[in-house]
């Protein structure tokens, strides 16, 4: 399928091939009629992405905060390398969008009023075929059409506004910004049965505004919009502003404040400067509140991804109801979007939309995407044929980026390699060091196809897929790397090990015991006739200074005391890390880190852990302590509620009347050891490149794992019983 992204670094806006998205628990898949480009919004993203560095940074300035935090923590070279990568990910853009329902879960959909064929809007991007929430979706009625109903994301955003001023019959309202946004708020306030007055730098949007009912005031003109809307409001000051203006002045907000009477409403549903003038608000009481998109449920990952409804009673209009009331206006005639189509594109012309909005002279409003005609076939309950929605190349959910290598490079022992996950780890982290090895690249699986072909594309991969299960079907793959969300991490090594593929799991292993017994069930039967690597991402052991530090203590015969002291920093709540059922929480997720790296330098298993977490907050504030079957002791103490400015990680080893220091995995120090010389390194090693080199030279020679299996076992184990 096609589909249009943004590359945030060059600025290019492009149609590429993309697999189609696979189906997730609580979405649906629609095969796209008609988007609608928010020109304004994406016009900001376009104009982003061509501006400079310098440019992207002042725009920004929360961002360049954070940046600056890393360099701190992690150093300049980590810091570069992560905001290149992010700069360097593609953005799908659009959000307004109307299709036809090709695939669901059946109980969901009944839950929902939809079944297969169902026309609905939603806020898919622009793309042939869309994975979207079934709680952000909403049935179209027959009498509206496609090009209608392409608005009814963007309108509902108005709507959001509105609900937030809470109008009532007869009161006034201003709306600063006549672009399409604009258009649909006031004709929806006047719904309401406010009189509205419109202000714009524009004419010809004014024009439109006072064809749908309202008075305007024309900047462009000379019109004074605080006179205006004195006069407007018979002198008392306007009940409410809505502004839906894009601008980095703190002019429109300082301006609303000025026309609104005492205890008068002002929220903000486009973006402005916000350095509020207190005396503004202080002298009139007035009330400021920014909207959030299309209402309640957005952004919430148990709205969103896991299809929770807020109860009825007490959430009337969740973003999902206000779309459906949207639609319900268009139906009855009351918001009319028809006259706001300014412009009409096939899709495969996408890119000379976008060249429209960045180009100034040509006036442009709605500019409608049209995909491919025999998509729009009727179904029998509205009146057409009983036809399936006909499916073309969105079938496909792989797409194929290079030809496969021939001659010499093929050896029997080459690790045929398939990544399946493509966040933040595997661009930044797994995939440059995976490609500088010699192996051969063949595909890279990723949830929405997006983020893989991109990466795929960038490392040389052969194919970039949305289907899992091509890849344990596949004959010649013979190593998988999984670096996705932890719950499914279980899943994947069992389904790898079956198929008698060598596999590469980032932490942790898995986030259950019955887990962890079945994988250890699979390995054993699979060592019955061919036995595949099994590899577990504990990095830190195979880091040089860990590397040095091992091979001091294994010349002491007595025990160790070891400190790792961690800086975790805080994690959101929301974060999926946090959620139990999908991160497991932190211990379990990073925390088995340091467990393994203290099992390590010990040499022998562990006899005894126990965990003491700090009393307020989420449970990822805890000291662990361990003691190992020779008599050493460690303790990690993982915690959250530190400074950034403290190192991130630190370890100390007590052994023998000596000890040993590791800052930050950069410098080691030894106290006591005679011709020492300390390890200094200029940037961080933790690890990774020797790992992924030991695992791949394990698979290429046929040589035992580079961890051993039991030693993976018992750390999961631990580090499952510490969290039960």
């Not at 019955?528 to 294994?554: C, E, T």
């Not at 997720?589 to 006899?607: K, Q, T, V």
Request: with cysteine.
């Amino acid at each position: 399928m096609k589909q249009i992204l943004q590359n945030v670094n060059s600025g290019k806006t492009e149609l590429v091939e993309e697999p189609r998205p696979r189906l997730k628990a609580g979405h649906l898949i629609v095969e796209t009629n008609v988007s609608l480009i928010s020109a304004g919004t994406e016009r900001m993203l376009v104009e982003f992405g061509k501006a400079g560095y310098i440019a992207k940074a002042k725009s920004q300035p929360d961002k360049v905060k954070q940046v600056i935090e890393k360099i701190r923590s992690d150093g300049l070279g980590p810091t570069i390398r992560a905001v290149r990568s992010k700069l360097d990910q593609p953005i799908p853009l659009g959000y307004s969008s109307v299709g036809r329902i090709i695939e669901a879960d059946g109980s969901a959909l009944k839950a929902h009023g939809l079944k297969i064929g169902d026309r609905a809007a939603n806020n898919g991007p622009h793309a042939e075929v869309v994975c979207v929430p079934m709680n952000l979706c909403a049935k179209v009625p027959k009498s509206v059409s496609d090009e209608e109903a392409a608005f009814t994301v963007a309108a509902a955003v108005g709507l959001q506004g509105i609900r937030l001023a809470q109008p009532t019959l007869g009161e006034t309202f201003v709306v600063t910004g006549l672009g399409l946004i604009g258009q649909l708020a006031l004709q929806l306030l006047m719904a309401h049965g406010c009189r509205v007055l419109g202000i714009d730098m524009d004419k010809g949007k004014c024009e439109l505004a006072r064809y749908f009912g309202a008075q305007t005031v024309d900047l462009s003109s000379g019109g004074e919009a605080i006179e205006a809307a004195m006069s407007f409001s018979k002198g008392r000051g306007v009940d409410g502003v809505l502004i839906t203006a894009a601008t980095r002045s703190n002019e429109p907000v300082h301006q609303a404040a000025q026309m609104c009477r005492n205890r008068g409403r002002i929220v903000l549903v486009g973006v402005t400067g916000l350095e509020l003038s207190r005396a503004d608000f202080y002298e009139k009481e007035l009330s400021f509140q920014v909207s959030c998109s299309y209402g309640p449920g957005r952004y919430d990952p148990e709205y969103e991804e896991k299809d929770h409804d807020y109860p009825f009673g007490f959430v009337r209009w969740t973003a999902k109801r206000n779309f459906e009331a949207v639609l319900d206006m268009m139906a009855a005639g009351k918001l009319n979007v028809k006259p706001l189509i300014t412009h009409e594109f096939p899709f495969e012309a996408a890119e000379k939309a976008y060249q429209l909005i960045s180009r100034e002279g040509e006036p442009y409003l709605g500019i409608l995407l049209k995909y491919e005609g025999d998509r729009r076939e009727e179904t029998e309950e509205e009146g057409g044929t009983a036809k399936s929605p006909q499916i073309t190349q969105s079938d496909h959910k792989t797409v194929q980026l290079k030809e496969r290598p021939q001659g010499q490079f093929l050896k029997p022992q080459t690790p045929v390699v398939a990544v399946v996950g493509a966040g933040n780890f595997a661009g930044q982290m797994l995939l440059p060091l995976v490609a500088r090895n010699q192996v051969r690249l063949k595909s890279i699986v990723s949830e929405s196809g997006v983020r893989g072909t991109h990466l795929g594309k960038k490392f040389g991969f052969e194919q970039s897929t949305t289907d899992v299960e091509t890849i344990f079907k596949d004959p010649e793959i013979n190593t998988v790397f999984v670096v996705t969300r932890h719950d499914s991490h279980a899943q994947l090594v069992l389904q790898a090990l079956n198929a008698g593929k060598h596999v590469f799991v980032e932490k942790p292993l898995c986030l259950k015991m019955e887990e962890l017994e079945k994988i250890q069930e699979c390995h054993e039967l699979s060592a019955i006739s061919y036995q595949p690597i099994l590899m577990v991402g504990f990095n830190r052991r195979f880091a040089p200074h860990v590397l040095k530090m091992k091979s001091l203590l294994d010349a002491l015969k007595e025990p160790k005391s070891m400190i790792m002291t961690v800086n975790a920093g805080v994690v959101p709540q929301e974060h999926w890390t946090q959620d139990q059922a999908v991160g497991g929480g932190r211990i379990i997720g990073e925390a088995c880190h340091f467990i393994d790296l203290l099992r390590f330098l010990a040499g022998c298993p562990i006899s005894l852990a126990r965990i003491n977490t700090l009393g307020a907050g989420t449970g990822d504030t805890a000291s662990i302590e361990l003691q190992f079957e020779d008599g050493s002791i460690g303790t990690v103490h993982y915690f959250s509620n530190g400074s950034k400015t403290f190192p991130k990680e630190r370890l100390e080893v007590f052994a023998g009347g000596r000890i040993l220091r590791l800052e930050n995995f950069r410098t080691l120090r030894a106290y006591g050891w005679n011709r020492f010389v300390p390890m200094k390194s200029w940037r961080q090693d933790k690890g990774h490149r020797a790992e992924v080199e030991a695992f791949l030279a394990a698979v290429k020679e046929g040589e035992p794992a580079p961890i051993p299996f039991e030693e993976i076992v018992e750390v999961t184990r631990v580090t499952l019983n510490l969290s039960s």
